[in-house]
């Protein structure tokens, strides 16, 4: 079985792909500065799966102590969850954003090369395609065009970075998933977002207004030419997100591999908060507001080729990722 590490494995979607890696029988081992995660997360996977995995609080920054990892790890793979991925606070710290995300994955690739480590899967987003005419995204769509944030472009340059690592070293294996809108919780309710700071992305504010931490969610945008006027998204369940990893990890190869990993469906805001209110059996307080900069109208994954080559397909729906999301609040 090979022998994993996890960068960004305590955040949200590391933590519940560490599970299903520990679950298949994978070692995985995690390092994370806990910027945006808790070191409590430890003793949620360890309640889980019965496995406590060894743990590093190390900046990615922080080169040498990278190093001394890798000196004692004997990985086989590595996945690179770790990242700032705050959309808004890229516009404001574009710099940040760069030297955390591009630097970090550059000390990574370096120390991968000194110590042999060949096989890569990197956490990438849709929001490398930036806008493209048709709402259906597929992997062989041109990227890097018109993505209106740096947060985004530190996901298209990196990609563009391991595409020419791997022209350098040709029997490194890289695999590249972009993940569409990822959502829901472990189904134990021990595990779910919970982002230091303010939330921007949907459900951690729709579930701080539940819980009665934010007063009104804003629904940005009501005049959108989709059906009901909100934009539309491809909302993917954490948990078949991570079993993607999984799926991923069994189908390595050399060179440059790219994946969606979304549903191939889309949902628009407000039948998000009619799911909400349908799985809490309460009304989610919410207002109108305009349009947010930057928001496309829809978008969702054509995820036909991670179907074909990893033998992957989401299982979980909405209403699932909602009842989950609320097991998770209750607790
Ligand atoms: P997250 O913030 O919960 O997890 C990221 C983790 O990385 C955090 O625990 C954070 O402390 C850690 N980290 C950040 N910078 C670090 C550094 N320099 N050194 C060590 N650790 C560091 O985010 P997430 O939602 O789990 O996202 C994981 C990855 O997936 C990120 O790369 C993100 O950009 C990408 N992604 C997320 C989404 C999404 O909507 N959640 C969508 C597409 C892509
Ligand atoms: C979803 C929908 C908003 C908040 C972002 C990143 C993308 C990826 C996923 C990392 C949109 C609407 C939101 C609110 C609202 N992340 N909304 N009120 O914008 O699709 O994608 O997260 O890679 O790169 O850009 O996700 O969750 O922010 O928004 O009405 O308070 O919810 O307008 O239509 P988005 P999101």
């Not at 995204?137 to 890097?144: F, H, L, S």
């Not at 804003?218 to 491809?234: A, F, H, L, N, S």
């Not at 307080?285 to 928001?295: I, K, L, M, N, S």
């Amino acid at each position: 079985m090979k022998k994993i590490l996890a960068t960004g494995g305590t955040g949200y979607i590391g933590s519940h792909t560490v599970i299903e890696l520990i679950n298949k029988g994978y070692e995985v081992e995690i390092v994370d500065n806990l910027f945006n995660s808790k070191i409590t997360v430890l003793d949620q996977i360890e309640k889980i799966t019965g496995k406590r995995p060894k743990f590093y609080e190390v900046d990615l920054l922080d080169g040498e102590k990278l190093d001394e990892i890798f000196a004692q790890g004997n990985y086989d793979a590595v996945i690179h969850f770790a990242g700032l991925k705050a959309v808004g606070e890229s516009v404001e710290k574009p710099i940040l954003y760069y030297r955390n995300n591009i630097d970090s994955t550059l000390n990574l690739l370096d120390v991968m090369k000194k110590y042999g480590v060949k096989e890569l899967i990197f956490s990438s987003s849709a929001t490398v395609y930036g806008v493209q005419s048709d709402p259906s995204y597929v992997e062989t769509m041109k990227t890097g065009g018109e993505i209106t944030n740096p947060y985004g472009r530190t996901k298209y340059f990196i990609e563009e970075i391991i595409k020419d690592y791997v022209v350098a070293n040709p029997d490194f294996e890289a695999t590249i998933l972009r993940y569409f809108n990822p959502i829901g919780a472990h189904e134990s309710g021990l595990i779910g977002e919970d982002p230091n700071g303010i939330p921007n992305n949907l459900m951690p504010i729709i579930m701080r207004v539940a819980d009665g931490r934010i007063a009104k969610l804003q629904v940005y945008g009501t005049d959108y030419p989709t059906e009901d006027g909100t934009c539309r998204r491809d909302y993917i369940h954490v948990v078949d997100l991570a079993k993607g990893h999984v799926a991923a990890l069994e189908h390595m190869k050399a060179g440059v591999s790219i994946y969606n990993l979304g549903t191939g469906k889309a949902t628009s805001v407000k039948e998000m908060i009619s799911a909400f209110e349908q799985a809490s059996g309460k009304a989610l307080p919410h207002e109108f507001a305009p349009r947010r900069a930057g928001d496309l109208a829809e978008m969702w994954a054509n995820p036909s080729k991670a179907e074909r080559e990893l033998g992957w397909k989401t299982e979980l729906t909405i209403a699932d990722a909602m009842r989950d999301t609320i097991n998770y609040l209750n607790h």
